[in-house]
């Protein structure tokens, strides 16, 4: 607890003076730092079953009077997410598209279809007006792409200097079909680990579009709304038990995730984890490892084995699952670990990056 | 249309650059240039019949499977809304409570009980993780009070100097009883105008803890969750038609939206209008008009006649409806006009501030 601090005007303080803990750039990262954030600032005051799952949204019931005293219970999926990508605009997208498929795959990875959207938006002062007509029709040709209405809107203006152009704040929901009973906790030994396609793409976008690079890709950001996607693969299978997309933090961060939920390991086969060419060299002369850069139209899937080639089909029948391969399966042990067999044969341990890799990036 | 700018290095450019127009302060200031921007901006590319009713919220229908083929339709009201609220605490609140309260009224003013918020946080690097505290404490507490329950949340963190310590984006929704139909566009001649307490409170509290009043009132921020105020008018009545907090902009921004989107005219007797003595001699010294000064634990309701008494008792039996008043009464002509009966006798027309009378009010 922090002790009183006297006022000490012109004097240079003869006592240490208590350390007042400050957010720092990692606690956004979704990484180790966000985690103990959220369980030690966000979960004991808001304390409840769906926050607490730990998965991309959260789960609620409702109640729809279908006659006069005749009730129907439902369930809904709900997520919300902040976007403050820097810069605004990338080759592939812009924080407007970001901001449309980030919600809709966030809602889409409970396994619910996206409906409905709002969208807030935080205006710096001197913002041109053609920049933002720029982004809202990007939102509007994500949304309509993704078939979601968006419904309410709010907007703020804050002055010069106290935001970064925009934000946008998007929060959407979908109903939740009896059937689907698909999270993090779902994972089991023997199950099969499938991603959509190539990962890194939209990470390595953005810091080229911030002239971080230093050299010339030709990466367009993934960043594509996943729904229809997920839509292919809930007809083909009743048995996909973990539906994630791999955003901060990259596919490590998404598997530990997964992993820890679950109580079970994974085993990855690195030779079989999709990486582009330009994002493979970006990373190597970054020193940057492809598994922890963000994507933004991936998703990553665990299955019964049984279902797995089905699921896999009529994922590549799909724009954004053509790419999809299996990466690895589900163990039992080591609880809680994401494990890779690289391509020399040895065994690693995939971890959670603690702080931040690349800020600002969603 | 914006023409081509050729680059003139180094030149004084020979012929005026095109203007290009750039957001203002005044955007966010809930009057005339609010609702420029949003009506050419936001509202052509998402055009859609929930969002282009313009009230505080949206209201969508959704399938719910009953039973295997059984499907019922139910309506759900939601609203989402972006705080930036400076500084962050003062007298009878601070941004959370503000963040909580906000969006639960919004969805109580379509006539719903909100049950499910979302929070997304933007956090400037460098801020108190005490001062997040206390933040997410006051937001518990408010929760509590309205009995809403925060079901998914989202954190990101900006660089210092790209925020102002934190913004909070809640997102709340709630089922909207099939009988239930009210929104800005019903008010009929006859109706009676009903104000829930007195104005200008919030605005007031919040100019006086940035130290910009030069003197010290008593006055507290009115910040309060009112659904509970509007669960009791709904139990007393069938006939209300038309519920809206008057937050930015204040009680005659908001009546001036409930006269246009109904098409009626409005008259309300000033000397029935509450405003505390401390909240009177503030804005005249500062030249204000609490008609402008900006609400959040208020409402406004326009009501059959025949049921003004039964409303206006149960309000004046709730924590937040003690000082329920009626201060006018809808007439058919000028339609879309507010008009005030002066103390002295006289009539004036009410009309909506253009721009920004107090920036980032909420």
Known sequence: MDQEIPALEGLVCPVPLPHREQILMGHG????????????????????????????????????????????????????DSHVVWPLFFAGGDIGRLAICGTVNDVSMMGAMPLYLTAGFILEEGLEVSILNQVVASMQTAAAEAGVIIVSGDTKVVQKGKADGLYINTTGFGVLPPAVQIGGAHARTGDVVILSGTIGDHGIAVLEAR?????????????????HLVQAMLRASQNLHVLRDPTRGGL??????????????????????????????????????????????????????????KVLQAMRLTRYGEGAVIIGEVQAAPAGRVLMKTTLGSTRIVDIPSGEILPRIC
């Open 29 to 80: 990262s979704g990484g180790k730092m966000s985690r103990d954030l959220i369980s030690r600032v966000f979960l004991p005051p808001f304390d409840n079953p769906s926050l607490g799952a730990g998965d991309d949204g959260g789960v609620v019931e409702v109640e729809i009077e279908a006659q006069p005293g005749e009730v129907v219970k439902g369930r809904l999926a709900i997520s919300t």
């Open 211 to 227: 002239g971080e690079l230093g050299f010339e890709t030709q990466i367009s950001s993934d960043v594509a709304p996943l729904n």
């Open 252 to 309: 490590a961060t998404t598997l530990n995730e997964i992993a820890q939920q679950s109580k079970t390991s994974i085993l990855l086969q690195e030779s079989r984890i999709p990486v582009k060419p330009a994002v493979a060299s970006a990373c190597e002369m970054l020193g940057f490892d492809p598994m922890y850069i963000a994507n933004e139209g991936k998703l990553v899937a665990v299955v019964s084995p049984e279902d797995s080639e």
